[in-house]
């Protein structure tokens, strides 16, 4: 039997905090997606296409892997491509308060059970809004994404050319 896991998110860019869970996922599950949100309501700072393909980038080495995207519930996307597990990384305490709502829910409308894996240390304090923050404002990226999406970063960033 195939056990399949999709971890999903914005990944509006993806840090390594993501990249240590996403890998984390593919040493235990045979199959994982990793689920892009594209919500219509929401103006990230990368596109939907721009981050599937900045993910693309930084994975290539994890044979087990598929990126995909989705809008609406993501019971709907699990079910619809026969997967039965949501993995969600947890950084803190805070994090799990809504997880573990969402988590209920999803396995109440879905049958969709939910693991959730504990943020390695080094990554606790990472975030993509706190990353894209650093960014815009040209601090160093260094130990909080892979160089791909840092140099992405600094060109959404960079000014008009003088």
């Not at 040493?27 to 949100?37: K, M």
């Not at 997880?99 to 396995?107: D, F, G, R, V």
């Amino acid at each position: 039997m195939t056990v399949a896991a999709v971890v999903p998110g914005s990944f509006d860019p993806i840090t390594l905090g993501h990249l240590d869970i996403v890998a984390r996922a593919c040493a235990r599950f045979d199959r994982v997606v990793v689920a892009v949100l594209e919500n219509p309501r929401k103006q990230g700072l990368f596109t939907v296409d721009e981050r599937v393909s900045l993910i693309h980038a930084v994975t290539g080495d994890l044979d087990n892997l598929e990126v995909d995207r989705f809008e609406g519930l993501l019971v709907d996307f699990c079910n619809a491509r026969d997967i039965g597990i949501v993995c969600k990384g947890l950084r803190a305490v805070s994090d799990f308060e809504y997880e573990l709502q969402m988590a209920q829910m999803n396995h109440r409308i879905g049958d969709v059970e939910t693991v959730f894996l504990s943020t390695s240390p080094e990554h606790s304090y990472l975030s993509s809004s706190l990353v894209k923050e650093v960014a815009r404002f040209g601090g160093p990226l260094d130990g909080t994404v892979p160089d791909v999406v840092a140099e992405a970063l600094r060109g959404r960033f960079a000014g008009p050319a003088a």
